[in-house]
Structures are given as C-alpha cells and as structure tokens.
C-alpha cells in the first residue's frame, strides 16, 4: 500500500492552493482517504474525508467551508485545496487510508507541509 | 465538537508498563468500540497500533495492548523500551451526524 503526497508549498495568503495524494497498491473502491492536519507542535485535526470512487466528501465541522476535498479515481489520487490560504494554515497535512465501514486509518501518507507567510 | 482528553506526558523506566488515558463523552468513545491509537516519532507520520479498541494490526508488539471503560480509553506499553519513546495520539468515531472522528490532543512518552 502506498499513499504518496505532493511535495511542499510555499504560499503567501490570499493564494489558492491544490495537494494531492496519489493511492497504489491496492483496490481503491473499498477506501476513503482522510486529510488529517498537524500544526506546528501541536497534534493530530481529521479534516474530512472523500471516497476515491466518486468524489463523495465529508467535512469535519471545523474545516467546512475552509478547503474543499475532491478525487480523481483514473489516477486514484485525492486532492485538498484552499481557495485563499492563510496564515492560520500553515501546517503538515496527512493523508491516510480508510477501509468502508472501518474507523480507523490503516495507511498514512508521509505529509505535505504547507507553509503560508507574506 | 472537543477533542479526546490525554495526559500531555508519560514517562517511565525501561521495562516498565505505563498506560495512557484517553477521555472522551458518551457521544464518542462510550458510544462506540471504535477507538484507535496511533504512535508518530518525531519527523514521520503516525502509525496504527490499535484498532476497535483492543485489535492490533500485523506487526504491531504485543507489548502494545488496549481497552475501555465507560467514556475513558486505554492504551498501555509494557516491558517499555528506549524505542517506544514517541508521540501518541487516540482517535475515536464521534457519528455520522456530528464530525465523525475525533483525535485526542497527543500523549509525549518519555522513556527515563
């Protein structure tokens, strides 16, 4: 199983951005992946979750509206995007692998740190 | 929605078991047997260690166990090594109709 995400970003606030976390290794119809962020020191925030099969998104209630989750199952990749970052986001994002019906993340991604700062 | 309640450290003696709380609400961890916990060193990304509150997944110590009781969630280390020494963090569905998974705030072990 591999998750592997896109790789840094430098942005400056009010800039829209788009990362990615592409799926191998196994059949993605039986999956969601989850965007989990971790800030700077801090810990672990489920952001929401899509189902790779047809763009099926749920959002934490403290990120709705805030980013918007999206997929492209030709290429069994899931993206996370910001229409206007700021500076409050600055943190390392996860993707993780979840099984349908399961709870839990069995498969992590190995981050993409985004960085926001004028 | 809070997230799940854990001790900000632990710490103890090389062989020693130590166990790590996690208190969430009869909405979340005492609603359901879905608890998970996830072990992160420092630069890498978290691991499963436990799921549904007591399963370990292949290749995961036996030495890493799990339990529950009423809204509180367990993780405990015994026969504690210099390697456990790593970031935890417990994790627990909260339903479909609120935010689905809550994280706790982190527990940072401490290996003495």
């Known amino acids: 199983v591999y998750l592997v995400q896109s790789g840094a970003e430098v942005k400056k606030p009010g800039e829209s951005l788009k990362i990615s976390c592409q799926s191998s290794?196994?059949?993605?119809?039986?999956?969601?992946i989850a965007w989990v962020r971790q800030k700077p020191g801090q810990g672990l925030e489920w952001v929401g979750i899509v189902y790779l099969a047809d763009s099926d998104a749920r959002y934490s209630p403290s990120f709705q509206g805030q980013v918007t989750m999206s997929a492209d199952k030709s290429i069994t990749t899931a993206y996370l995007q910001w229409s206007s970052l700021k500076a409050s986001d600055t943190a390392l994002y996860y993707c993780?692998?979840?099984?349908?019906?399961?709870?839990?993340?069995?498969?992590w991604g190995q981050g993409t740190l985004v960085t926001v700062s004028s | 929605q809070s997230a799940l309640t854990q001790p900000a450290s632990v710490s103890g003696s090389p062989g020693q078991s130590i166990t790590i709380s996690c208190t969430g609400t009869s909405s979340d961890v005492g609603s359901y047997n879905l608890v998970s916990w996830y072990q992160q060193n420092p630069g890498k990304a978290p691991r499963l260690l436990i799921f549904e509150v007591t399963k370990r997944p292949s290749g995961v110590s036996n030495r890493f166990s799990g339990s529950k009781s009423g809204n509180t969630a367990s993780l405990t280390i015994s026969g504690l090594q210099t390697k456990d020494e790593a970031d935890y963090y417990c994790c627990s569905y909260a339903g479909s109709t609120s935010s689905f998974v809550l994280f706790g705030g982190g527990t940072k072990v401490t290996v003495l």
């Open positions: 290794g196994y059949s993605f119809t039986d999956y969601w």
């Open positions: 993780a692998r979840r099984e349908t019906g399961k709870y839990y993340f069995d498969s």
